[in-house]
């Protein structure tokens, strides 16, 4: 007995049995794993640049930093040369004018 195609009715497609269906189930979760794995591994790296990103500035906000200071430090120590100058002219200045009113 044989049917026409224009019937409807198609020859049973042959069953793959469950093996198939358990190796699509298999690669179907390995793939989402992998995707899973890709996309954290995609976000860890955007923040471990962010970060590093943020360190980069903080050093370079340092270095800013340490040659203000740096500079600071120098016009501190000019400026207490200058003081030290000034004061030991007063003592000078001081004594030599002892001295002349000791003369006179």
């Given amino acids: ?3 026409q195609a224009e019937d409807g009715i198609r020859d049973a497609q042959e069953s ?3 093996g198939d269906v358990y190796k699509r189930q298999v690669f179907g979760r390995l793939i ?3 995707q899973t794995t890709r996309d954290t591994i ?3 790296t955007r923040q471990s640049f962010q970060s590093f990103d ?4 903080e050093i370079s ?3 800013k930093l340490n040659k203000k200071l ?9 400026t207490k040369q200058q003081i030290v100058e000034i004061m030991k002219g007063q003592e ?6 002892q001295i002349n009113s000791n003369e006179t």
Wanted: proline share 0%.
């Fill in 16 to 18: 793959r049995g469950l």
């Fill in 54 to 57: 943020q360190m980069v500035e």
């Fill in 1 to 3: 007995f044989f049917f």
């Fill in 70 to 78: 740096s500079s600071g430090v120098e016009e501190y120590y000019k």
């Fill in 42 to 44: 995609i976000e860890e």
């Fill in 32 to 34: 989402e794993k992998l």
């Fill in 61 to 63: 906000d340092k270095d």
């Fill in 92 to 97: 000078i200045i001081g004594k030599l004018n």
